[in-house]
């Protein structure tokens, strides 16, 4: 909220105050100075129920640097049914360790929801396409980001954001046409492959991989693997990792998610309580794939949608 005393402005200096300040006081408008921390987006928040109508939202993002001082890539992190959880900036942490500027999306917090796992409350997708739109724009701002490798990193229903993302329809619908869609689209375990679309294999920016579990009986993998193969079809450059694996083996959670999520099998992650104890571990192999799709995004940005950026 904009607290300037009115009586002692006058008129028109209090109107340029109102356009130029508080019309945009609810959330960061560039970052070209260089921040990093946690900062506030302006965004939408979509109906969930057919008697709610579009409302303008504010989300918070916490941004994260490499060492350094040139500019890198960048990861939007998109954070599953249970919001936001230490395993989510673990993520962060070691996309940071990696060179790479990571970005965590927030978008229950502000919406007053804490999770919607459960069904008590819920989050339009559309709201997340546009809090990750929008937290693009911000994120080119940023004078250490490269704003034409900006990538996205996403877990459950944050995965179905993502891969909803990658979808032409909604880029035209939520991207307001400054940026290029993001280079790459990483979805673990992503919730609403089942979900059919129009025009679905308008397939448009980076490269799409998806990251699953075959234990995993909460999100299953069937539909995605239908995902993918209708898209491969029509030519696009999509496709998933699988993890074999018994549903005991679980990815390492945070002790805050692990009441939530006891229910699920997730075959995933295996290995200590290391983020990366063992080569094979699926959060490394990912974290090695997304780092390359990136990379080979710099060398090919005039790529067909068909080849160029791959994670293999």
Request: aromatic residues 8%.
């Amino acid at each position: 909220m904009c607290k300037l005393p009115p009586e002692r402005l006058p008129s028109v200096v209090l109107a340029l105050v109102v356009l130029a300040g508080c019309a945009t006081s609810g959330g960061v408008v560039t970052l070209a100075d260089g921040r990093t921390g946690s900062f506030p987006i302006l965004t939408k928040t979509l109906p969930t129920r057919p008697a709610m109508v579009e409302q303008p939202g504010t989300i918070t993002a916490d941004l994260s640097l490499p060492a350094g001082s040139g500019r890198v890539p960048a990861v939007i992190v998109l954070h599953s049914c249970t919001g936001v959880t230490p395993s989510v900036t673990e993520w962060a942490r070691e996309l940071n360790r990696m060179g790479y500027a990571a970005l965590v999306l927030d978008s229950f917090t502000g919406r007053g929801v804490k999770e919607i796992c459960t069904g008590h409350a819920s989050v339009n997708p559309g709201s997340r396409l546009a809090d990750l739109f929008r937290a693009q724009e911000l994120l080119a701002t940023h004078p250490r980001v490269d704003p034409q490798r900006i990538g996205v990193l996403a877990f459950s229903h944050g995965g179905w954001v993502a891969l909803w993302a990658s979808q032409a329809w909604y880029q035209r619908r939520f991207m307001r046409g400054t940026l290029a869609a993001p280079v790459a689209f990483a979805a673990f375990y992503p919730v609403g492959c089942n979900v059919r679309l129009v025009d679905e294999a308008d397939v448009s920016g980076g490269a799409v991989r998806i990251f699953h579990g075959t234990a995993d009986d909460w999100t299953t993998i069937d539909h995605c693997r239908e995902w993918v193969a209708r898209r491969r079809a029509a030519g696009k450059n999509v496709s998933i990792v699988e993890y074999e694996g018994d549903p005991a083996l679980r990815p390492l959670i945070a002790a805050a998610e692990a009441a939530m999520l006891s229910a699920r099998s997730r075959s995933l992650v295996t290995g200590s309580s290391a983020f990366c104890a063992s080569r094979e571990s699926s959060r490394c192999a990912f974290i090695r794939a997304l780092a390359r799709s990136i990379r080979n995004f710099a060398k090919s940005r005039t790529a067909a949608s068909t080849g160029g950026h791959s994670f293999s």
